[in-house]
């Protein structure tokens, strides 16, 4: 994998641990035990009731199939309890159990029938997905979930269609989608069909999911855990809507400074991993009350979190770092207001609304309201509907050598927000890089392989804040532009542009920013394939002689970027960014610092290897030199 600001993390965020307690956890362990390694718990959850600030809890390999509630966290960087999966063991976490009892129905399909009792006091196949910006496309959806041998089956609302599937459509694996459930409840039992397609699930691994979480507090402020290399999969999630509570399968629940990392995280029914608000500020507050609309609703809560407390002392910095993320159908991070100062690094996330039997406005491979101070660096995100949706108050946000492909919505949304923000050094693949619905943001060294789509947005009033901090500066509409857009490079589908109309323009290259009523910053772009510069760049290169050939190439576990570049292309050396170079925002009038609130300086390339003046160019990658290039991506 390439280099990643680990070395950074490391040393600036984590201070030496003091030495606590260890406790042990084993599937051959009993709950009676004292947690020594001679006699552990059987369950995480006996472990994390004894577990104090310093204390770690390792788990031994096996498959727990609980919700683990930790009723306490750390105290500081240096006293926080740690949840670990033994070296060199696979120890999996899961919120389903397995169900065998099956009977023949008809034809392929099968049936269960489970008591109550099987639930508890949950049972997800009486519970609906709801909340605010969920849409259902018609027709209902339990969070529940059904899997045959680790695949997910897809939810149906008629018999026929579990008794004769046809392939869903709007599926992106659409052979997938004949594999159906639908489920029926009565005062005393759950029914569940499904179809098998000639698979006995009496001698398949057939589970389903029972649990609302796998690692998730049941109350805020449960500060300063770590939960590291374990396997974590199917939760019944909720719809996380950035007005509500926001569970995940694994989620931080209003709390500071978790490290959540080295994990494998799936199978969500909505979002893996949440960095998310609590209840009491608001929950779901638009559909209980149409009357006014959502962004009102949501100004309304972010006074009530100020309220509570919103602020670097109590909520956020969280490190999400080397993670897997997958198969989640909501977002593969999402997080409102609770994700301020915090790093999300060297995460794979694809995947993320695969299925596509509902939707909303809260979906992406991250998605989060209030970044403020967040660095989203080394991602790479692929098949996520949307890959990065910076969703309001995006301010003091740096995005950072992400590897972007495969989105069929766009590779980075930013939406109502004011800036500053930085976008550099990432590689943007998709058919649409760019939906900007905002203003004040800073574009350098980025490959932009899509269409950019630009638009005011004047109907929403929206927060910004003081430098750094959560506090209100004040609210205003969105007029657009006011960007900055330095040693960039756009490549288009040739006669693939689109006339700018008084709302939106969309296309390869600048020119969608000509109309807007706030005047942007450009200077060494170089545009290819027929992409044009914005109206008022002076020193742009333009070549259209030359077809660039970009194709991405995956090879197992490496990506690849096949282009091939003129010479004249990367043949002028490019201005160094920094905060003096990008100057101030017209709305928050301030400069461009780094999310560490130093002076901003772009000296690396998407690679980490160090810009000079020799070898800095337009584009994320020094300078790769002429003809047909083959670049390792990840």
């Known amino acids: 994998m390439r280099i990643r600001f680990a070395a950074l993390l490391m040393t600036s965020l984590i201070m030496p641990a003091t030495h606590g307690a260890e406790y042990h956890v084993s599937v051959k362990g009993d709950d009676a035990g ?85 639930f508890g006091n949950y049972n997800p196949y009486r519970d609906l997905i709801e909340g605010d910006w969920f849409t259902s496309k018609g027709r209902p959806h339990h969070t529940g ?31 997938a ?26 001698e398949e691994l057939v589970e389903i999911t029972v649990r609302d979480s796998c690692f998730y507090p049941d109350a805020p402020g449960r500060n300063y855990i770590t939960i590291r290399g374990f396997r974590m999969r199917h939760a019944a999630t909720q719809w996380a809507a950035p007005t509500a509570e926001q569970p995940g399968l694994i989620g931080t629940h209003w709390s500071k400074g978790w490290i959540i990392e080295d ?79 915090s790093r999300i690094t060297g995460n794979h996330i694809y995947n993320v609304w695969a299925k596509r039997q509902f939707t909303g406005a809260e979906m992406g491979g991250i998605k989060l309201h209030g970044a403020i101070d967040v660095l989203i660096a080394n991602n790479r995100i692929h098949n996520a509907g949307r890959g990065l949706w910076m969703d309001w108050m995006a301010q003091g946000t740096r995005i950072t050598s992400n590897l972007l492909y495969d989105n069929t919505t766009d590779d980075l949304f930013v939406e109502v927000n004011h800036g500053p923000f930085v976008v550099d050094n990432n590689v943007f693949l998709s058919p649409v890089s760019l939906r900007d619905w905002s203003e ?5 060294h ?42 960039n490079i756009f490549i288009a589908e040739a006669g693939a542009q689109k006339p700018t109309g008084a709302q939106e323009a969309s296309g390869y290259g600048l020119w969608v920013y000509d109309a807007r009523k706030f005047p942007s910053q450009a200077g060494g772009n170089v545009y290819l394939n027929g992409a044009r510069p914005y109206s008022k760049e002076t020193d742009a290169v333009v070549v259209e002689t030359a077809e660039p050939k970009l194709k991405l190439e995956e090879a197992g576990r490496h990506v ?3 282009l091939t570049l003129d010479a004249a292309a990367g043949a002028r050396p490019a201005a160094r960014v ?57």
């Open 446 to 487: 980025n490959l932009f392989g899509g269409r950019i789509v630009s638009r005011p947005e004047p109907n929403r009033w929206t927060p910004y804040h003081r430098a750094h901090t959560t506090a209100l500066a004040g609210v205003t509409l969105t007029t657009g532009g006011d960007n900055r857009f330095y040693n």
């Open 263 to 341: 994990n494998t995280i799936s199978d969500s029914r909505c979002s893996g991993v949440t960095l998310g608000k609590e209840r009491a500020t608001g929950h779901n507050v638009w559909i209980r009350n149409p009357k006014k609309d959502g962004a009102t609703h949501y100004n309304e809560v972010i006074l009530r979190a100020l309220e509570a407390g919103w602020s670097r002392e109590h909520i956020g910095s969280h490190v999400v770092r080397n993670n897997t993320i997958h198969d989640c159908e909501q977002a593969g991070i999402a997080g409102s207001l609770g994700a301020v100062f």
């Open 145 to 175: 979930e059904v899997y045959i041998n680790g695949k997910a089956l897809y939810e149906v609302q008629r018999m026929e269609d579990v008794l004769n599937p046809q392939p869903y459509v709007d599926a992106r694996d659409r052979e």
């Open 578 to 634: 920094t905060s003096d170079l990008l100057g101030k925002t017209m709305v928050t009038e301030l400069g461009y610092d780094d999310t560490d609130g130093r002076p901003l300086v772009i000296d690396a390339d998407y690679f980490g290897k160090p810009y000079s003046s020799a070898s800095r160019r337009a584009g994320p990658f020094g300078a790769p030199g002429a003809g047909d290039l083959k670049l390792r991506l990840w």
């Open 440 to 444: 004040g943001g800073a574009y350098a």
């Open 34 to 118: 004292d947690g020594s390694p001679a006699r552990p718990y059987r369950t995480i959850s006996a472990a994390a009731r004894v577990a104090m600030a310093g204390d770690t809890v390792t788990v031994h390999a096996g498959t727990y199939r609980e919700r683990i509630t930790p009723p306490r966290g750390g105290e500081s960087d240096a006293r926080r309890i740690t949840y670990r999966a033994a070296a060199g063991e696979v120890v999996e976490i899961k919120g389903s159990e397995i169900v065998k009892d099956w009977k023949p129905f008809k034809g392929t399909a099968w049936k269960a029938t489970l008591p109550s009792s099987f």
């Open 177 to 202: 989608s004949v594999w159906t459930w639908l489920t029926e409840s009565d005062g005393n039992s759950t029914h569940i069909y499904a179809n098998f397609h000639g698979k006995s699930p009496n």
């Open 560 to 562: 690849y970027l096949h």
